[in-house]
Each structure stands twice: as C-alpha cells, then as structure tokens.
C-alpha cells in the first residue's frame, strides 16, 4: 500500500505543489507569458507588440500614430478602454466601425489578455492591413503597469472590466470592477 502512496505523491502531488508554488513566485507574468505563447501558436501569423512599445510609441508625437482597436464587449468597453481607442466586435468584426482606413496604416489591436485581439488582428490581416500588432498581455497587463485608460472621452479611470472571475485574477484587484461576467461566445471572427 505504501508504493502508491509514494506514487500519487510524486506524480500527483509534488507536480501540483510545484506548479503552486511557481504561480505564487512568477504570478501574473508567468500567465501572460503562457497566454501569448498559447495564443501565438493558435495563430502564428499575428505579431505582438509590448506594452512599454506601445506606450513608448504613443508619447512619440513625432510619429504617425497607429489606429488603437478594442476588441472587446461593448460593456467590457463602457467601463475602460485605451484612450483613442475604436471598439470592434471580436465576433463579427466589420470595417465600418474603423471607418476604412488605408491599409498600409497601423493598427494595434487588443482585447483584456490577447485573445480576441490576436483573432481581430489576424482578420484584419486577412483584410489586407501589412502593419498589425497586438497588445501582449492586452487591458489587463496595460492595467497593472498603471498606464493611462478611459472610461469616456475625457473621463480618466483605473479600472478594468475582468471578463469573468476566473480571467479578472490576471487584473491586480484594486484595477478590477465589480462587473457581471462577459457572456461566453466563439472567439472566432
């Protein structure tokens, strides 16, 4: 009886107190990491674009901005999104809402952790847009590092909508709203 003791322990146990163990050491860097690296291999053609790139960027007046795409909810939306921000719908994404830009312009797509933006992104490149990036860690990684969100045109806020509460533990808690879950639906565009 003790040889499956020792069994489930080392191959049950110890991996799940490991991997405990790593999550509470990495945290949420260690999921955003998995999330991209998941995501990157669902759809390899989308590139990324670090959050302190796009930051970095925006600042730069100098330069052509690119277009900023939310692609969440509309409620996920109301609560906070990237100033300049367009929304489009991750599930039946349409170009009207861009109002057609040329497709050489920039776009830098996200949605709270990459997801959807990588799925908008890669559709925006089947539409023929050349420069398209997507915002690795997305809302929630913007969020954390304290960079700049809106709730409206000129009303600053600092909270984010979480998805669900599973997905909202990637938001540190004094980002999170209090906000009902986002309704599940295909990512698929």
């Known amino acids: 009886m003790r040889g499956w003791v020792k069994v489930l322990f080392f191959l ?4 799940i107190l490991l991997g405990g163990i790593v999550l509470l050491v990495a945290g949420r860097p260690l999921a955003f990491e ?28 100098g ?8 692609a969440r909810t509309p409620p996920e939306f109301a609560i ?14 349409s ?31 089947k539409q023929g847009y050349s420069t398209v990036v997507n915002l690795a860690g997305g809302i929630f990684k913007w969020a954390n590092e304290g960079r700049p969100l809106l709730r409206e045109e ?12 599973r997905w ?3 938001v540190e808690k004094r980002y999170r709203a209090l906000a009902p879950a986002v309704p599940k639906q295909s990512a698929a565009p």
């Open 63 to 70: 330069q052509p901005q690119p277009i900023i795409v939310d």
């Open 80 to 93: 906070s999104h990237l100033p300049g921000a367009l929304p489009i719908d991750p599930y039946r994404p």
């Open 168 to 170: 909202g533990y990637l």
């Open 154 to 165: 000129g009303h600053p806020t600092a909270m984010v909508h979480p998805y669900d509460q």
């Open 34 to 61: 998995v999330i991209q690296r998941k995501t990157a291999a669902r759809l390899p053609e989308v590139k990324w674009i670090p959050t302190d790139e796009l930051a970095t960027w925006r600042a730069d007046t």
């Open 12 to 15: 049950i146990l110890l991996p």
């Open 95 to 125: 170009l009207r809402s861009l109002g057609t830009p040329p497709t050489q312009t920039a776009i830098v797509v996200y949605s709270s952790a990459g997801y959807r933006g990588a799925r908008v992104a890669s559709w925006l490149a």
